[in-house]
């Protein structure tokens, strides 16, 4: 399928942007960043940003407008439904300062699915800003669209995660990377601060890896660092070991994570 409206390059910034008032207001639990991560990580690709926001459509126009605006592949996720309260499809029309108009092969997919149930409701899901072009629904064949290297799809995990797949596959698969691991310790009763001139030489030393630190105190205010790398195997294998060397001579009360 022919796309112009679509565009890649070797390397990409990925965003989430997960629209719905019942995720905001915690009625539902969002499920997409995980689902998303599922598909991006074993590709090589991660995720620069995740926004949630409402279904207000000022604001909604407003953080598309921003979105589009950016060199940003964008998967979006929920408002592209028929009733009042989905304002998903108008509001990327508006950020574009394009036309709203039925799209010819999504009227296909919805009367096939629908037959003549499909009006006079239904048939709204078919219409999206000028020059979109389809994601197939493989759920129930209500399809998504794509425009400007965004894509917008249903708030219904079980429908979306397909989709995105089909997406990557489609219009990314040129950006695809080496899959990166993660490996660290979890270090017990120590100060992060007594950490941080290890980690500022180690990055130094390792500046492909990503250094993670992560304290916690539990409800004994005992503390706990989760400190590791994530990266190339190859390179997280080397990082790794210098994260041993360095607990075993501080003699830090550690083990594998």
């Known amino acids: 399928m022919n796309s112009p409206t679509i565009k890649t390059t070797r390397s990409i910034k990925i965003g989430l942007l997960i629209i719905g008032d019942e995720v905001l207001s915690g009625k539902r639990q969002d499920k997409h960043l995980a689902q998303a991560n599922s598909l991006l990580q074993p590709r090589g690709l991660a995720l620069s940003w995740v926004k949630i926001v409402g279904d207000e459509p000022e604001f909604l126009v407003k953080t598309l407008k921003e979105s589009f605006a950016s060199d940003t592949v964008v998967f979006s996720f929920g408002g592209i439904g028929a009733t009042p309260d989905d304002r998903t499809r108008q509001s ?86 080496s899959p990166t691991i993660e490996k660290g310790i979890k270090i017990f009763n120590g100060q992060e601060s007594e950490w941080v001139e290890f980690m500022e030489k180690f990055e130094k030393q390792f500046p492909q890896l990503r250094l993670f630190s992560l304290p916690s105190i539990a409800e004994d205010d005992s503390r706990k660092i989760d400190l590791g790398v994530e990266g190339l195997e190859s390179d997280v294998l080397q990082g790794y070991q210098v994260i041993i060397e360095e607990a075993k001579r501080r003699d830090s009360n550690w083990q594998p994570l």
């Open 92 to 177: 990327a029309a508006l950020a574009l300062d394009l036309p709203i108009e039925r799209h010819p092969e999504a009227v296909a997919e919805i009367e096939a699915q629908f037959g003549e149930e499909a009006y006079p409701q239904r048939i709204h899901m078919a219409e999206y800003p000028r020059g979109a072009d389809i994601i197939p629904n493989f759920y129930n064949r209500v399809p998504g669209f794509s425009i400007q290297n965004h894509h917008f799809m249903p708030g219904f995990p079980m429908m979306a995660k397909p989709m995105m797949e089909w997406v990557l596959n489609q219009y990314y698969s040129d950006c695809y990377q």
